[in-house]
């Protein structure tokens, strides 16, 4: 028998004919389709703009609105807290918003339906679609804590551990519950409505645009139960510090919380064929 050939091949029949295929691995096909992905995201110059612009014109709203907010005795800082936000911004733009309308797009042109009849697994064309939204989501955060430390004298992140563990489950989180949010979207069009309550109530809730500790007691600790608050307090404590163990740990447990229903969710509700 010959040796093996650089890629694993496998054996099929067709009509009687023996057929000789190469298998494809997990990373090239996550290679392919977020390089197809990519060139989709590239062509939608308004998903484009609202990945790139918006987030950063929230940061310049928020840091007008954090200024009229009295932050004494909470140790936080303006510039802080709207880079903080921004950051949860990008989060919510770039992954959710966008992911939305991504899943949307592909389902009812039935991409997502052909993709399925090949050798890609379920999971694979879910994160396949979302990893140009969640790498373009970090290098804008990157790019934030560069300017958070060259400009305004935040410095680098203090726990990045921390900070790196809120990203990383914030991508995931937020990817999964867009995946979620499009099963009830019948069009691309009406993604900007079921996107809206998700994003008001972790814009407001969630500690974006309002601290929480300038908030009720009663009202901070349902706040805390929000998809997103936990994934905030991780970024914010990785980034500028200032957070005991026990709120740490408060955060890291609704996070993982959100994020297992999330999977689970989209796991047994996902809609890979057009809504009729």
Do not use: H
């Amino acid at each position: 028998m010959t040796g093996t050939t650089t890629a694993e091949r496998r054996m099929t029949t067709e009509r009687g004919t023996t057929v000789d295929r190469p298998r494809t691995t997990t990373v090239g096909r996550l290679w392919a389709l977020g390089q197809a992905e990519l060139v989709l995201l590239a062509r939608n110059r308004t998903a484009v703009f609202v990945a790139l612009l918006v987030p950063l014109a929230m940061v310049l709203a928020m840091k007008t609105t954090l200024e009229r907010i009295d932050l004494g005795g909470t140790g936080l800082t303006v510039t802080g807290m709207a880079l903080t936000g921004g950051i949860g911004m990008v989060l919510m733009q770039v992954v959710y918003m966008n992911l939305v309308a991504a899943y949307v797009a592909r389902r009812e042109d039935l991409v997502l339906k052909r993709l399925r009849t090949g050798e890609v697994t379920d999971w694979e064309i879910l994160t396949g679609t979302a990893l140009p939204s969640v790498v373009l989501a970090l290098v804008q955060t990157a790019l934030m804590v560069l300017a958070g430390a060259a400009a305004f004298g935040l410095g680098a992140p203090k726990r990045p551990e921390l900070f790196i563990a809120g990203m990383l489950s914030g991508s995931v989180l937020l990817a999964a519950l867009a995946a979620l949010t499009s099963v009830a979207t019948r069009t691309v069009q009406t993604s900007q409505i079921t996107t809206l309550p998700l994003f008001l109530v972790s814009m407001i809730g969630s500690g974006l645009f309002v601290p929480l500790e300038v908030l009720p007691d009663r009202v901070a600790s349902v706040c805390e139960l929000l998809p997103v608050t936990g994934v905030m307090t991780l970024v914010r404590a990785g980034w500028l510090g200032g957070v005991d163990g026990s709120d740490l740990l408060r955060a890291g447990i609704a996070a993982l919380a959100w994020t297992v229903f999330a999977v689970f969710a989209v796991q047994r509700w996902f809609r890979w064929e057009p809504r009729r």
